[in-house]
């Protein structure tokens, strides 16, 4: 068996394994970083276009980051923390595109403004009063809001064609909103690695185990799958981004922080529509709120959408239950994933979350009638022969202890790392891919504590986020600043 040593090993070919190597190659581009994907391209997974809601994901119009309790109050504070993540992402974007790192803005990502979009009269006071709290921080002062029936023609005129006479509707709009191709900025992130002497990419490359050695690294075994062969990676770091694939992997790595932890796979579908004289009609992303019992994931919306340069419509997502982990995964991958220690939790969140289990089976059983029903809501002019069902990514929701002991389903994001900074995981799915530069920094603060510390890293990473180490949230004019500079870099102030 051949065998390699590396500073960093990259499992998974996604968007976050793309953007901790980006990261890092800026930061010391001595480093030798070796990544491995199992299929034969690069995002492919949840970062394929087709796969993902391709929002770039700032709090502007998903309802359910502001959820409202049962006594009436709205919180603002996860839309608050994922609009200041957004922010970040961007940063780094503009600083990769001002470098030529990147290819032009529009290859990836493109304006497109972000409505919510409610009816009836309850929804409507719910988004007047959540426009009340956002619009009167600075993140979100540039929130536009309208009950105004012909206003709402204007910003979505396909939603507001032939809907009833005197029906209660409102909308919420940002005009500097975004249409993200994550799988095409994955793509560029990674071509670019490939041209540093030490970077290298294995395609078809899985993982077979995980073990750490006794001198502090770690010995992973991958076999290619073109050839056979099987291979032996010694790295002094390893992180897990392969998606839903990541808490398999995490479970082999057999470290302490991964017990306990479990997963709930959902699946997903859209309605695609690719006629030009009705996808050139709509331009922006309409979100709604979320059926009852729905995981947060299945917020429907109506989105323009560009993807490899051209232009459509999708609808969804259509939730669905499923036992895989990957798209492109086995059926057996939930009952594997049971372990002695995350089967009571597992167990647990079985039990409290039996509706949302029912409402996955009755989605998945959904006819193409009964989906353009839904769709319906967001656009009455609908025709089912105009649309056509496809496939999106694999989703894992995150399934942990409580203080109890007993089981929780978690909807966002986690990272999971060892206690000594050799490896960590990055489990969960909302919000995602919006936020990964956040994310990636975290994990580089988690797991290379000594070197972010250094005034050579801390310099650089001021360079690449020019607001790092400060508060967007508590700061309003150095929003302003970055926000000016990042929406023109990115083309994002032309809507």
Same mark, same amino acid.
Request: hydrophobic share 40%; proline share 4%; with cysteine.
């Given at each position: ?307 490899? @340069?051209?232009? #459509?419509? %999708?609808? $969804?997502?259509?939730? =669905?239950?499923? !036992? ?6 086995? /059926? *057996? ?87 000594? @900074?050799?490896? #960590?995981? %990055?489990? $969960?799915?909302?919000? =995602?891919?919006? !936020? ?6 975290? /994990? *580089? ?51």
């Amino acid at each position: 068996m051949t065998a390699k040593n590396v500073d960093v090993l990259l499992v998974g070919g996604g968007v976050m394994s793309a953007t901790l190597g980006m990261l890092l190659k800026q930061l010391d581009p001595a480093m030798t970083i070796t990544l491995v994907e199992r299929l034969d391209h690069v995002a492919h997974e949840s970062t394929d276009g087709w796969n993902n809601a391709g929002t770039g994901h700032a709090g502007y119009c998903e309802l359910n980051y502001t959820p409202e309790g049962p006594d009436g109050t709205i919180s603002i504070d996860r839309a608050l923390s994922i609009n200041a993540s957004f922010e970040v992402t961007l940063q780094f974007w503009s600083y990769l595109v001002e470098q030529d790192i990147l290819p032009g803005p529009k290859s990836f990502i493109n304006p497109t403004p972000h409505l919510s979009f409610v009816w009836g009269d309850k929804d409507v006071a719910f988004l007047r009063k959540r426009h009340e709290l956002l619009s009167a921080h600075h993140l979100f002062s540039e929130m536009q809001f309208s009950e105004s029936a012909e206003q709402l023609a204007e910003w979505m005129p396909l939603v507001m064609e032939q809907r009833k006479p005197g029906e209660k509707v409102a909308a919420t709009r940002v005009d500097f909103g975004s249409d993200v191709d994550f799988g095409s900025l994955t793509r560029s992130m990674i071509a670019n690695l490939e041209r540093h002497e030490q970077f290298e990419l294995n395609l078809s490359h899985s993982v077979s185990s995980l073990r750490k050695s006794k001198r502090g690294y770690w010995r992973v075994e991958v076999r290619d799958e073109k050839t056979g062969e099987d291979k032996q990676i010694n790295a002094n770091f390893v992180f897990l981004g392969a998606g839903g694939g990541s808490l398999p992997l995490l479970q082999k790595s057999n470290i302490d922080e991964s017990q306990g932890y479990g997963g709930f796979p959902v699946s997903g579908q859209w309605l695609v529509c690719k006629k030009q004289d009705i996808v050139q009609r709509h331009h922006s992303k309409v979100y709604g709120k979320a059926p009852v019992g729905a995981p947060p994931m299945s917020v429907p919306h109506l989105d323009t959408r560009i993807i490899n @340069g051209q232009p #459509a419509l %999708l609808f $969804g997502p259509f939730a =669905g239950f499923t !036992t895989k982990f990957l798209k492109k995964g086995s /059926v *057996l991958d939930l009952f594997s994933s049971v372990k002695r220690y995350n089967v009571k939790p597992m167990m647990a969140v079985g039990i409290d979350n039996m509706d949302l289990t029912r409402y996955l089976i009755a989605e998945s059983f959904q006819s193409h009638k009964d989906r353009v029903a839904s769709l319906r809501n967001f656009f009455p002019n609908a025709k089912a022969e105009d649309w056509a069902l496809q496939n999106a990514g694999m989703r894992v929701q995150i399934i942990k202890k409580d203080a109890n002991g007993h089981g929780k389903l978690e909807f966002g994001t986690e990272i999971v790392a060892a206690k000594d @900074g050799s490896l #960590a995981a %990055l489990l $969960g799915a909302s919000p =995602g891919a919006s !936020t990964a530069v956040q994310a990636m920094i975290n /994990v *580089l603060e988690r797991c290379f504590k000594e070197r972010m510390a250094s005034a050579e890293w801390q310099a650089k990473m001021r360079e690449l986020v020019p607001s790092y180490g400060q508060s967007l949230i508590k700061d309003a004019e150095l929003l302003k600043s970055v926000r000016q500079r990042t929406l023109s870099t990115l083309g994002l102030t032309q809507s």
